[in-house]
């Protein structure tokens, strides 16, 4: 036996950061995520997910597990992000569920939910097959190329919001800039590496240094205004444990 870890991020638009989530809402479509070629046993998973405006959040959550096409993209639409799953034509795609059930934990600012607790997030039964792929048919082939399809779908109103406003317009730069902001601290709700967009989907940067009062970006893509929201779209960090 061999153990080894799948690791993914989520990516959400900053509109879906800012709007709370209602229950079993989309909260990422398919992404594909690479993985061994063949069969793997999922053993546990450990998601590290964000807080709300600088608060720890208890998040549960689904992971759908979806065959790529035959081509290598990724199953049909499971619908809107921040509405319910009511996109058609995955249903042959379909291989598996994870339950994602976190629990209040020490830290202030985020949420870790790891394997092998009282929480359910263990069951040693749960295999995909990596070679599965599906026809324009419907039909199942196998195709040696070690990739799968994964969603998230929400339980609960999780809303990744971060409360972090500029305190005037930002203009467009293709060099570093740093924004003095207000509300919540930064520090308790972005990160480091975190890459930003405002509430409006304005795409920002990726952030290079923090104080609780300003963020430094590697650039700026687009124009921000007064009071725009700065948010990470990628609020959920997912780490699946395996055995082959």
Known sequence: MAYFNIEFKPTLSGQNCVTAFGNTELISDWQAVDCPKG???????????RGTEGAVQNINARLLFGSLDQDGTVPPSLGTANATLDGTGYFKHLVGMYKIQTSTGPLDYLNVTSPLTSDGNMDTIFTIDSTRRITTTGSTIHVV?????????SEGTPDFGTGVLTTGAVSVSTTPVTITVDGVHATKALAVGDVLEAQDGASVGTVTALTTTSVTLDAVAEAL??????VNINP?????????
């Open 39 to 49: 069969t793997f046993r999922v053993v546990g998973a450990t998601t590290i997910m």
């Open 145 to 153: 190329d070690g990739k799968i399809a994964v969603a998230v779908v």
């Open 225 to 230: 205004l007064n009071d725009d929201e700065l």
């Open 236 to 244: 959920i960090r997912i780490i699946l444990h395996c055995e082959i």
